[in-house]
């Protein structure tokens, strides 16, 4: 791609017309339009995996709610988004499909929480669900470029996917940029 090219591309999203995509739970979703900011509300346990290529212009985002498919192996068929160790191979085929490439993708994840009460999380489903992200992680060679993991508070995360910026906000008003 020539480099008017890519100049021409990021101008669009500039002047593109803002459209907020919310992610729910058990959902994904991938864009390539550049004016798109994905959002994804109330991460608890669950896992946020938000994926961007800069080069093809590719966003996408998962907010995973179990860890493994054999809780559900027909709901995992049906909708693989709800599981960590369904949704993240179906977001990434998702992506490249779109012209993403393994190499260029920039991967921060979120969430996996635990309740405060210790004594009520005996599922421990944050812990899971990062432990099974990581493990596909690691298995398929990807990196992962930041990370806001664990603890107690809910968390908002949104995706630019034209700028390819991100940002998590917590419950008690902190934020951090991805």
Same mark, same amino acid.
């Given at each position: #791609?020539?480099?008017e090219?890519?100049?021409?591309?990021?101008?669009?999203?500039?002047?593109?017309?803002?459209?907020?995509?919310?992610?729910?739970?058990?959902?994904?979703?991938?864009?390539?339009?550049?004016?798109?900011?994905l959002?994804?509300?109330?991460?608890?346990?669950?896992?946020?995996?938000?994926?961007?290529?800069?080069?093809?212009?590719?966003?996408? #985002?998962?907010?995973?709610?179990?860890?493994?498919?054999?809780?559900?192996?027909?709901?995992?068929?049906?909708?693989?988004?709800?599981?960590?160790?369904s949704?993240?191979?179906?977001?990434?085929?998702?992506?490249?499909?779109?012209?993403?490439r393994?190499?260029?993708?920039?991967?921060?994840?979120?969430?996996?929480?635990?309740?405060?009460? #210790?004594?009520?999380?005996?599922?421990?489903?944050?812990?899971?669900?990062?432990?099974?992200?990581?493990?596909?992680?690691?298995?398929?060679?990807?990196?992962?470029s930041?990370?806001?993991?664990?603890?107690?508070?809910?968390?908002?995360?949104?995706?630019?996917?034209?700028?390819?910026?991100? #940002?998590?906000?917590?419950?008690?008003?902190?934020?951090?940029?991805?």
């Amino acid at each position: #791609m020539r480099v008017e090219d890519r100049l021409r591309k990021k101008d669009r999203s500039a002047t593109a017309p803002a459209r907020l995509i919310v992610v729910g739970l058990g959902e994904l979703y991938v864009s390539t339009s550049p004016g798109e900011t994905l959002i994804t509300y109330a991460l608890g346990s669950c896992l946020d995996v938000a994926l961007h290529d800069p080069v093809a212009g590719v966003g996408g #985002m998962l907010h995973a709610v179990h860890p493994r498919i054999e809780l559900d192996p027909a709901r995992a068929r049906a909708e693989p988004a709800v599981f960590v160790e369904s949704g993240l191979p179906a977001l990434f085929r998702a992506c490249y499909a779109r012209g993403a490439r393994k190499e260029r993708l920039v991967l921060p994840i979120a969430g996996a929480g635990h309740s405060s009460d #210790m004594e009520r999380d005996h599922f421990e489903i944050g812990r899971r669900n990062l432990l099974i992200a990581r493990q596909l992680f690691w298995k398929n060679g990807i990196l992962v470029s930041a990370q806001d993991v664990g603890g107690t508070g809910s968390r908002t995360v949104s995706l630019h996917v034209g700028r390819g910026t991100g #940002m998590v906000r917590t419950a008690d008003g902190g934020s951090t940029y991805l």
